[in-house]
């Protein structure tokens, strides 16, 4: 009795494992969900039918397994040219494999699953097991006489011929196939004898291999040994030039005292100093060579006196603010008897604040004339732009302060 169906890569199914109950097992499902699949894999398993489209698509094989209840797992396994089954005895560690066994699948397989077809008097076989929506099971397809010989092959003579038949049949196949095994022997054992050098021909092999590998020694040998050849190769050259060398200079006498060379060393040391300098010099002279003539000098005499004045003046304002900041910090004179000095005072205090405000008229002409002086002789400079004498820029400020210098 079957108790577990296992499908893999048939038809629909990729995996799929169903555990069978002890009555009944009823699989339900929309329409094309792979439930006939599982019907067809038990025929295929029953009967290795002819090949079909049993293989899923993608895969290389189909197989289904099932187990029995008294723990054997049979499966049929199929590719694309050949068919075979495998048989697992309980605790064995592999399979049994049964392969080129024809078309009917092979008695070992069909005593273990007991799922053989009923074999009638015509020679027709019916199938009591399993059916399917377009072959139901046994009769119901089955016309009026198949029926009647299959209940005529219940009695036991009827069932006595069928198995003298079956006897009959398997005692012819297995002389046929006993002259085929006989036959296949003679086949092998000329075979057999055709390889009898096979024993010196391994022997030949294994010493081919052993040469060859010394030959890939030797060939792994080879770069090493070109290098060593070709440096042997230079290493005579080179000797042959040196030979060459020393019979020339074998005839040579000794070579002079060499000359202090000290002294020529500080010369020439010296020319390179004169010759860097001379560089210099040219270079200069070419730089001076492209100067315009220098422009004629302003006089700055006049400039001179009138920045001297102009000191001057600035000095005295800076007294005369200095006197009349003391004086504004004075409080009012008081009266005094006798006003003749008073007067006098007075007189001189008025003469005094003339003189001031004539200096400061006077000093503010001298301010509007360092003016337009500086202006003018800020704009002689930049015309002269550098001095004629040094070369170096020109400075109003210092010439101003009085530094006598223009140069900065």
């Not at 187990?67 to 592999?94: C, H, Q």
């Not at 040196?242 to 002294?263: F, I, M, N, Y």
């Not at 040094?390 to 010439?399: A, P």
Request: glycine content about 10%; some cysteine; charged content about 25%.
């Amino acid at each position: 009795m079957i108790s577990r169906i296992v499908l893999e890569n048939f038809m629909a199914h990729e995996r799929t494992e169903i555990d069978l109950g002890p009555g009944l097992t009823v699989l339900t499902g929309p329409n094309n969900s792979g439930k006939s699949a599982v019907v067809e894999g038990l025929r295929c398993l029953a009967s290795n039918p002819a090949p079909k489209h049993f293989i899923r698509h993608g895969a290389s094989r189909a197989r289904v397994e099932a187990l029995l209840d008294n723990g054997f797992r049979v499966a049929w396994v199929r590719s694309k040219t050949s068919a075979i089954y495998e048989v697992w005895a309980p605790g064995a560690d592999g399979p049994e494999t049964y392969a080129k066994f024809g078309r009917r699948p092979p008695g070992d397989v069909l005593d273990l699953l007991k799922l053989d077809p009923v074999e009638l008097e015509t020679g027709q076989e019916i199938d009591v097991h399993l059916g399917n929506q377009r072959e139901p099971v046994f009769l119901l397809n089955q016309p009026p006489s198949a029926a009647a010989a299959f209940f005529a092959a219940s009695t036991e003579s009827v069932h006595l011929l069928a198995m003298q038949n079956l006897l009959k049949r398997k005692t012819l196949e297995a002389k046929r196939d006993e002259a085929a095994h006989a036959r296949r022997m003679e086949d092998i054992a000329r075979d057999l004898d055709r390889l009898g050098g096979l024993p010196d021909l391994a022997l030949d092999l294994e010493l081919a291999n052993a040469q060859r590998d010394r030959l890939d020694r030797l060939e792994g040998l080879l770069p090493g040994l070109e290098a060593a050849i070709s440096a042997r190769l230079d290493l005579e050259s080179d000797l042959q030039r040196l030979q060459q060398a020393a019979k020339a200079v074998r005839g040579l006498g000794e070579p002079p005292g060499l000359w202090p060379a000290r002294p020529l060393e500080q010369i020439l040391d010296q020319g390179r100093g004169l010759e860097k300098k001379q560089a210099r010099a040219r270079a200069l002279s070419a730089g001076l060579e492209a100067l315009a003539p220098p422009p004629d000098l302003f006089p700055t005499t006049a400039l001179a006196q009138a920045a001297a004045a102009g000191r001057e003046l600035r000095a005295g304002l800076g007294r005369f603010k200095a006197q009349d900041r003391v004086l504004d910090g004075l409080q009012q004179a008081p009266t005094l008897f006798e006003t003749a000095r008073l007067k006098d005072l007075a007189l001189e205090l008025s003469r005094c604040a003339g003189r001031i405000a004539g200096l400061g008229a006077g000093l503010e002409a001298c301010g509007r004339d360092i003016g337009s002086l500086r202006r003018r002789i800020e704009k002689r400079l930049a015309e002269i732009g550098a001095c004629p004498t040094c070369g170096s820029r020109m400075d109003l400020g210092r010439f101003l302060d009085g530094e006598g210098h223009v140069c900065s």
